[in-house]
C-alpha cells in the first residue's frame, strides 16, 4: 500500500509539471505573438487624387543629329569609330591626308632655309655697312642699300614661315572631330574613301537623349511643361516603370497629332528611333492606392490585412484596379472596394 502511494503522488507531480510547462509555452507564444504584432508594418489609407494616364507610343532619339564634316580634301587614311559606338566631343573619329599639302609644306620648309641663309648674309652685310659708314670707308647710300636688303630677307623669311604655319594647320584640319558626345549612328566612309570638304564622315545622335512622344490632339489640353510622365521599361530591357518630365512642346499640329519632348532619366541610349510606350497624365480623380506587396491573392480572390480599432487583425476581400506606380510607390495598386480612408492595413 505504501508503494502504490507513492507511485499516485509521483503521477500527479509529473501532471503538474506538465501543466506548468503547457502554460509557461502558451505565455511565452502570447509575448512572441504580442511582439511580432508590434513589429508588423502599418499604414493608415487615404484617399487621394491621382491622375488618369493617355497612353500614347514614343520614339527614343538623341537632342539632334549631327554630321562629323571633313574639313579638308584628301584620302581617308585612319578611321578610328563604327556604327554604334559611343564618343566625346571633340575624339577623333577619322584622319584625311591631301598629298599635295605635304608637298607645299616640304617646299616652302627648303624655301625657309634659303631665306634663312640670306638672312644671315644680309645681316652681316649691314652690320660691315653700319661700322664703315661711321669711319666714312662707304657712302649713306650704300648702307641705306644694306639696311633695306636686311628688312626685306626678314620679311620674306616671316612670311614663308606664315604660309607654312597656314599649310599645317590645314594638315591638321584633315582630323575630324565628333561635333557633340552622343552614339554614332551611321559611318558613311571607309578607309581610302576620296573626301571632298564638307563631305559627312559620321552621323551623331547627341547625348543626352530623350523620348519624343505624338500625342493625339484630343490630349493637348492636358498637356504642360514639366509633367510627369511613365514609360514602359519592358521595350527597353529594363524591369518596372521609368518616370519623365515633359521638357519641350511643339505648337504645331500635324495629321492630328502634336509632337511633345520628355527627358527620362536612366533611358538606354543604345537603340536610337526605338518605339516605346509611354503614358501622359490626363484628368484626375481620387482614389485609394496601397503596394502591391500587401495584398495576398487566394483562389483568385485579393485580400488584405486590416487592424481594427480593437486590435485585431482581420482579412478583407477588395477588388484589385488598374496599376498606379509613382516614383514614391513603385508597386503602387489603386483599390476600387474594400477600403475607405482611414482603415489599418497590416503588411502580410
Do not use: N
Not at 502511494?5 to 501532471?15: A, F, I, K, P, Q
Not at 505573438?33 to 527614343?60: E, H, N, W, Y
Not at 620648309?109 to 655697312?129: P, T, V
Not at 616671316?158 to 552622343?182: C, F, L, Y
Amino acid at each position: 500500500m505504501r508503494f502504490v502511494s507513492e507511485s499516485g503522488t509521483v503521477l500527479r507531480d509529473r501532471r503538474l509539471i506538465r501543466a506548468a510547462l503547457a502554460a509557461v509555452c502558451l505565455g511565452l507564444l502570447g509575448l512572441a505573438s504580442s511582439a511580432q504584432a508590434a513589429t508588423l508594418r502599418s499604414f493608415t489609407v487615404k484617399a487621394q487624387m491621382i491622375t488618369d494616364l493617355a497612353p500614347v507610343f514614343g520614339t527614343v532619339e538623341g537632342e539632334r543629329v549631327l554630321p562629323a564634316r571633313a574639313r579638308i580634301g584628301g584620302t581617308v587614311t585612319a578611321l578610328d569609330v563604327h556604327d554604334g559606338d559611343e564618343v566625346k566631343q571633340g575624339q577623333a573619329l577619322a584622319t584625311i591626308v591631301d598629298s599635295t599639302l605635304a608637298s607645299r609644306e616640304t617646299a616652302l620648309s627648303a624655301e625657309i632655309a634659303g631665306s634663312r641663309a640670306q638672312l644671315a648674309k644680309a645681316q652681316i652685310d649691314f652690320d660691315r655697312s653700319q661700322r664703315l659708314v661711321g669711319q666714312g670707308a662707304v657712302s649713306r647710300a650704300e648702307f641705306d642699300r644694306a639696311k633695306s636688303a636686311l628688312q626685306v630677307a626678314k620679311s620674306t623669311l616671316d612670311a614663308r614661315i606664315a604660309q607654312r604655319e597656314t599649310i599645317r594647320k590645314q594638315i591638321a584640319e584633315g582630323s575630324v572631330h565628333a561635333p557633340a558626345a552622343g552614339r554614332v549612328l551611321h559611318v558613311r566612309v571607309s578607309k581610302g574613301s576620296v573626301m571632298m570638304p564638307g563631305d559627312a564622315v559620321a552621323e551623331i545622335a547627341e547625348a543626352p537623349f530623350r523620348v519624343r512622344l505624338a500625342v493625339p490632339e484630343r490630349y493637348t489640353r492636358f498637356l504642360k511643361t514639366g509633367a510627369l510622365i511613365r514609360v514602359s521599361g519592358s521595350q527597353l530591357g529594363l524591369k518596372g516603370t521609368l518616370f519623365g518630365r515633359l521638357t519641350t512642346i511643339k505648337p504645331a499640329v500635324a495629321d492630328g497629332r502634336v509632337t511633345a519632348y520628355a527627358t527620362v532619366p536612366d533611358l538606354p541610349d543604345f537603340y536610337v528611333g526605338a518605339r516605346v510606350e509611354a503614358w501622359l497624365p490626363a484628368a484626375k480623380h481620387e482614389a485609394i492606392v496601397i503596394p502591391a506587396r500587401d495584398i495576398i491573392s487566394l483562389s483568385g480572390s485579393d485580400y488584405v490585412k486590416i487592424r481594427r480599432p480593437d486590435g485585431q487583425v482581420i482579412e478583407a476581400p477588395i477588388q484589385r484596379g488598374p496599376a498606379q506606380p509613382s516614383p514614391a510607390m513603385k508597386d503602387g495598386v489603386e483599390i476600387l472596394s474594400g477600403l475607405t480612408s482611414g482603415d489599418v492595413v497590416v503588411s502580410p
